[in-house]
T-cell receptor
Framework: DTEVTQTPKHLVMGMTNKKSLKCEQH?????MYWYKQKAKKPPELMFVYSYEKLSINESVPSRFSPECPNSSLLNLHLHALQPEDSALYLC?????????????FGPGTRLLVL | DQQVKQNSPSLSVQEGRISILNCDYTNSMFDYFLWYKKYPAEGPTFLISISSIKDKNEDGRFTVFLNKSAKHLSLHIVPSQPGDSAVYFC????????????FGTGTRLTVIP
């Protein structure tokens, strides 16, 4: 089973809203990732958690706040977003965040900020 | 600065023929390379990978070739099937880089029945 699930599938929010994206995997992986993908562009890394600790934050604005409650779950809390934050948000997981690993992706949450 | 490049945004191939997708990279620290397939409104699906100690890896209809001196890899699909129509991304990572994946811009493959 190489399934990563993400909810919701679609999200529309205003610039003053607070919302959360959720990601779950049951592969026993200890590394989880958030990527952002704009139209016709490749995915870009936002955050990496390894063993439930934030190991990489790629200079992401503070209006995006990640949380890893346990090794199976990853959240992305959103607050005061801008229209340019509209994108596909992808979650991925891998064995433990070290080299030579395959990352498995979820289906993504398509976010629209009005 | 795009460290992984796919210079062909699209490719059309007849069903049954070979599809060859190309990818170039600039960072000599990259040592693990992957190909993902992506359908619209879905996340990338892992296809095949290769580490820098090999120059070829094969899995069924899919073969990835790595030329380290040229910093070039390619994905061969043979025979191509209509269900292979999708966007293909190559990605690279460095063992020292905490598994950060750098993606190319993708190639849209269309297999014509």
């Amino acid at each position: 089973d190489t399934e990563v699930t993400q909810t919701p599938k679609h999200l529309v929010m205003g610039m003053t809203n607070k919302k959360s994206l959720k990601c779950e995997q049951h592969m026993g992986h200890r590394a989880m990732y958030w990527y952002k993908q704009k139209a016709k562009k490749p995915p870009e890394l936002m955050f990496v958690y390894s063993y439930e600790k934030l190991s990489i934050n790629e200079s992401v604005p503070s209006r995006f706040s990640p949380e890893c409650p346990n090794s199976s779950l990853l959240n992305l809390h959103l607050h005061a977003l801008q229209p340019e934050d509209s994108a596909l948000y992808l979650c991925a997981s891998s064995q433990d965040g070290r080299g030579f690993e395959t990352q498995y992706f979820g289906p993504g949450t398509r976010l629209l900020v009005l | 600065d795009q460290q992984v490049k796919q210079n062909s945004p699209s490719l059309s191939v007849q069903e049954g023929r070979i599809s060859i997708l190309n990818c170039d990279y600039t960072n000599s620290m990259f040592d693990y390379f992957l190909w993902y397939k992506k359908y619209p409104a879905e996340g990338p699906t892992f296809l095949i990978s290769i580490s820098s100690i090999k120059d070829k890896n094969e899995d069924g209809r899919f073969t990835v070739f790595l030329n380290k001196s040229a910093k070039h890899l390619s994905l061969h699909i043979v025979p191509s099937q209509p269900g292979d129509s999708a966007v293909y991304f190559c990605a690279a990572s460095a063992q020292t880089g905490a598994n950060n994946l750098f993606f190319g811009t993708g190639t849209r493959l269309t297999v014509i029945p």
